[in-house]
């Protein structure tokens, strides 16, 4: 008799707001699926942090890591440090919410909020407090709202609000004002870009921001990230534009005084064309993670196939994602509307649960003729898995508890047709021949 050859799973219990359902993707998005994917069903771990844990506001705005693996979040009420283990409020001067955060390369955070920027500087026994900046600005100069971007860069910190853009450098504020409003800026590789309404993408050449040629192509595309790409054969130095409603677009490097965007046409397309833009990074295997307002997130490899979505139905608590941020132990935060959540997303483990139709304990699970079973203490499931949405359909008849499943081929010499399998199952240790049960199968 030929041999089958089984795998062992191990199943897991968890404890506490670890959610692990299956991976959501629907349907009409499975077409963006990187073929590597189509086996990979199932859901990456995730911890939710409620607002009734870290004792703040339910909204956050902004996250970053400093240089000891401290994760910092902008709350709407203050600055919230968080070491692993306990949180910690840190409010500023205004009591305003935290817009955004940047950290230069002494490793000191620079904090936006609204109507106020400033650093996070240590005391005597080096527990942090927020030192604001605004006494370096003129009176004349400080009517501004929400600080949406800071960046530090090698020309000094930029602060940058809907009409006024502030660079921090040498102890000295130098400000630029809108001509129209400021939508969002950008840092790519130490240069500034900002997207000026009804104008267009500008750069900032020396202390003057510029409207390049092909610049005026966004004057009425809004656009929330410009993202640096590196190593990848086909898009190799180019910087790759995220935009609201128009999918994403790169420039060249080298061209890079000319704004001359051309679309990039990705398998993910239709999930991009149809939700609510909102932030974007790169994770560490040049994936690209897109936060939306309305959907989660999703993310695409370098080849623009979609590997992951992540949402509700995934375990994430909430699917406004205001912020994002990829930290050294490859787990990849969001800040949202409704608390925050950090996915294991480099996790070599996926889950099943009761979202994926498995009801009961699991006792034991096999592949067999390419569909794969799982015994419970409900009764027997199978998935055919044929796309990357898996779910699990019971197998008529067998509706008491299973042990244990062993795949098992018949012999060349069998009288059965060849197309025939048989899955064995163990109800109880057996003392009797043993029934055989005819299950679904693949031609």
Not at 243 to 251: A, D, P, S, V, Y
Not at 356 to 363: H, I, Y
Not at 392 to 412: D, K
């Amino acid at each position: 008799m030929r041999h089958a050859l089984c795998a062992i799973t191990c199943c897991l219990v968890l404890i506490g707001n670890y959610c692990f359902p299956q991976q959501s993707i629907s349907s009409d998005e499975v077409d963006g699926l990187h073929p590597s994917m189509i086996n990979r069903a199932g859901s990456l771990p995730i911890r939710n942090y409620s607002y009734t844990e870290y004792h703040a506001g339910q909204t956050n705005l902004a996250v970053i890591q400093d240089k000891r693996g401290i994760m910092y979040f902008g709350n709407e009420f203050c600055v919230l440090e968080y070491d692993g283990v306990s949180w910690r409020s840190i409010p500023v001067t205004n009591e305003s919410s935290i817009r955004s955060f940047s950290m230069d390369r002494q490793g000191v955070i620079y904090v936006g909020a609204q109507g106020e920027f400033g650093t996070l500087e240590p005391d005597h026994i080096g527990k942090l407090h927020y030192r604001s900046l605004l006494s370096f600005v003129n009176e004349k100069d400080r009517d501004f709202a929400d600080v949406w971007s800071s960046f530090a860069t090698n020309k000094g910190i930029y602060f940058q609000s809907s009409n006024k853009i502030f660079r921090w450098k040498n102890q000295r504020i130098k400000i630029w004002d809108a001509e129209t409003a400021f939508h969002v800026m950008f840092n790519v590789n130490n240069d500034i870009y900002v997207r000026q309404w009804n104008l267009g993408l500008m750069k900032m050449v020396g202390d003057t921001l510029v409207l390049g040629p092909g610049g005026e192509q966004f004057a009425d595309i809004r656009i929330y990230a410009m993202l640096l790409l590196k190593g990848i054969t086909k898009l190799r130095d180019k910087i790759i534009i995220l935009t609201r409603g128009h999918g994403l677009f790169t420039i060249p490097v080298k061209h890079v005084g000319h704004l001359h965007a051309r679309p990039w046409q990705t398998m993910a397309n239709d999930f991009l064309l149809n939700t609510t833009i909102y932030n974007g990074i790169f994770l560490n295997n040049n994936s690209l993670s897109i936060g939306t307002l309305d959907k989660g997130a999703a993310v695409i490899d370098s080849k623009g196939f979609l590997t992951h979505i992540l949402n509700k139905y995934s375990g994430l608590q909430d699917e406004s994602i205001f912020g994002q941020y990829f930290d050294s132990k490859n787990n990849l935060w969001f800040t949202l509307d409704n608390g925050i959540s950090k996915v294991e997303i480099n996790s070599p483990l996926t889950f099943f649960g009761n979202k994926d139709g498995l009801e009961g304990t699991v006792e034991s699970v096999v592949r067999h003729d390419g569909i794969l079973y799982v015994a419970t203490a409900s009764g027997l499931y199978y998935s055919e898995s044929k796309n990357s949405s898996t779910t699990f359909q019971p197998v008529t008849g067998i509706e008491t508890e299973c042990w244990n499943l062993l795949s098992i081929l018949p012999s060349e010499q069998s009288e059965e047709s060849p197309h025939v399998k048989h899955l064995l199952l163990y109800k109880e240790i057996p003392r009797s021949p043993l029934p055989l049960y005819p299950l679904p199968h693949s031609e």
